[in-house]
């Protein structure tokens, strides 16, 4: 009878958003709204004694705002990325597995980053957002990375970089050497042209090392300690390699920030970058644990 009520309640809120579909945003909003009523029966149903019946209505209130993100325009995805936080913090209230699970998640982006997560929930959806929409990506990555992570880690290693920073090669290029971006990026490490002569990479008159994955990685390995000695924290060494170093900087002075994680809190940075440091720790976590992922 509850799981009954609750589909009612749920396709009622989509009903009504879809009623609107003048404006994408109001369908959207809809599915936002029947994510947290799912939420809030999961948790409900938990608290009963009902736990597998609890987390399989979590799981689905994930993917329902999985699908609002997908819809969704910058402002809708930032306040996907709040309440997917404030719910999976909920949830691991009355739920022991999401509380290890939140723990775990600190607890690697601390030994990454030496910065705990204000919203660990970011990067918990950013798990669920690789393996359901982003799966067959992430398996040509994994198997392209069979190729390069050896290397990758040993260069970060000698530069004094963390080597869970490899990952980062994955959100930027899927491991590719060489992928050009419509802004003109190109490599492994998807480096502008400038920023690329910056770093030792000869550019132009028929020679692109951008292409070259052993150069491209020690430019890159040069760049993010260049960037953590100017910020003197990952998070923001990372987020400025997104989005540049003058952008971070501006976005902490007008602010009035201290870290990446205030930076987030307070909307200070665009969306893509606001997702990068979660979509790295997330692809991390995965890469730990292919086979308990369900990848060979």
């Not at 009878?1 to 609750?6: G, P």
């Not at 918990?124 to 290397?151: A, C, D, H, T, W």
């Not at 970060?156 to 992928?179: H, K, T």
């Not at 923001?236 to 930076?263: D, I």
Request: net charge positive.
């Amino acid at each position: 009878m509850k799981n009954a009520l609750l589909i009612m309640t749920i396709l009622f809120a989509v009903l009504c958003a879809t009623w609107s579909l003048a404006s994408t945003t109001e369908y959207t909003r809809g599915l936002v709204k029947a994510a947290q009523l799912t939420f809030e029966e999961g948790a409900k149903t938990f608290r009963s004694g009902d736990q597998a019946a609890g987390r399989a209505l979590f799981r689905q209130s994930n993917a329902i705002l999985m699908q609002a993100d997908i819809e969704g325009d910058e402002d809708l995805q930032r306040r996907i990325d709040r309440i997917f936080n404030f719910l999976f913090e909920d949830m691991a209230k009355v739920d022991p597995q999401t509380a290890q699970r939140l723990l775990d998640i600190r607890a690697q982006v601390d030994s990454v980053y030496q910065s705990a997560p204000v919203q660990p929930g970011q990067v918990e959806y950013f798990v669920g957002y690789l393996l359901k929409e982003r799966r067959q990506f992430l398996i040509n990555s994994f198997n392209r990375s069979l190729r390069y992570i050896p290397m990758i880690r040993e260069e970060f290693r000698q530069a004094g970089i963390p080597e869970d920073l490899a990952y980062m090669a994955l959100v930027e290029s899927g491991f590719r050497p060489d992928p050009t971006s419509h802004a003109g990026a190109k490599g492994l490490w998807q480096f502008m042209p400038e920023t690329a002569k910056r770093f030792g990479l000869k550019v132009g008159g028929g020679v692109d090392e951008r292409t070259d994955p052993v150069k491209a990685t020690r430019a890159a390995a040069q760049y993010l300690k260049t960037l953590h000695a100017m910020f003197g924290d990952w998070p923001l060494a990372v987020a400025a390699y997104n989005c540049g170093e003058g952008r971070v900087q501006k976005a902490l002075k007008k602010s009035g920030s201290r870290t990446y994680w205030e930076l987030v809190e307070k909307k200070a940075l665009p969306v893509e970058t606001q997702r990068y440091v979660p979509s790295i720790v997330a692809a991390t976590i995965i890469s730990r644990d292919l086979k308990g992922y369900g990848f060979n």
